[in-house]
């Protein structure tokens, strides 16, 4: 009997004993599995943790390029400034030109005006002439010499059209004269008899509008030089307007130009931006993620501490 309460007794340790070498194959099989799956979190880790330095490095170069970014803003937007302000200034004096212009073409206008008026009085003054030299033919040849003397004036004053203040004191100075000249051929026409007399005033006086048309030819140059040199100024004035006018086009086209990259700069800095966001985002995830794959490791790690004593006491 004690033989049989022996034996049930070992069949008994044998069948806990072989329960228990199946609880720790079973445990020893989890600390594998664990230790495989730790494994595993740990490459994974490794990986994330390397991930997280290179977004870190991303993050560090792209606030980088966004300090950048914003400086070349900042250097835009102060060189926008300035252009607005040349643009203005430029602005400034086309208004000022175009004005001084507009005024140059009124007065060119009416020198014009004055110069029809003083043609058609010249016209007038040249038939005039005209029919006083048909009753001067029976006069002596200093009459006749004074009429080339006024034809040769006529021409100069055509020449002179374009000085026209000039042409006005002329106009008065022309008709004085040739107020005394009217006075002059009636009083000859009656006082032909007496012409071989008056022949030597008529000399002096020759002599006299001969010196009165030396002054007038040099009045005449000085004018026409005055004459060119306003008219080289107005060209050099046009030109200067048309460059100014080249240049604003070019510097409006410019500050289109510029506001269109900066309007593309401060989408792509905000676009910079959202990505930033989302990115430390993604990073506070991934650091919470493996804060709490630490904690998990740490966990298991002790788990596993405890099931390898556990397997050591068994054995």
Known sequence: MDRNINSKDYLNENAALKLKIEEITKRFEEIVQANKELAFENGEKE?????????NIELA????????????????????????????KRAAELIIANKELAFQNDEKEKRAAELIIANKELAFQNN????????????????????????KRASELAIANDELLYQNDEKEKRA???????????????????????????????????????KRAAELAVANDELIYQN???????????????????????KEKRAAELGIANAELLYQNE???????????????????????EKRAAELIIANKELALSK
Not at 47 to 55: D, G, M, N, P, Y
Not at 70 to 84: C, G, P, V
């Open 61 to 88: 170069y792209q606030n980088i390029e966004k300090e950048k970014r914003a400086a070349e803003l900042i250097i835009a937007y102060k060189e926008l400034a300035f252009q607005n302000g040349e643009k203005e």
């Open 176 to 214: 004085a004269e040739l107020g005394i000249a009217n006075k002059e051929l009636a009083f000859q026409n009656k006082e032909k008899e007496k012409r071989a007399a008056e022949l030597a005033d008529a000399n002096a006086e020759l002599l006299y509008q001969n010196e009165e048309k030396e």
């Open 275 to 297: 990505e930033k966001e989302n990115r430390a985002a993604e990073l506070g995830i991934a650091n919470k993620e493996l804060a709490f794959q630490n904690d998990e490791k």
């Open 128 to 151: 005039e002439k005209e029919k006083r030299a048909a009753e001067l033919v029976i006069a002596n040849k200093e009459l006749a010499f004074q009429n080339d003397e006024k034809e």
């Open 47 to 55: 990986k994330r943790a390397a991930e997280l330095v290179i977004a």
């Open 232 to 254: 080289d100024e107005k060209e050099k004035r046009a030109a200067e307007l048309g460059i100014a006018n080249t240049e604003l086009a070019f510097q409006n086209k410019e």
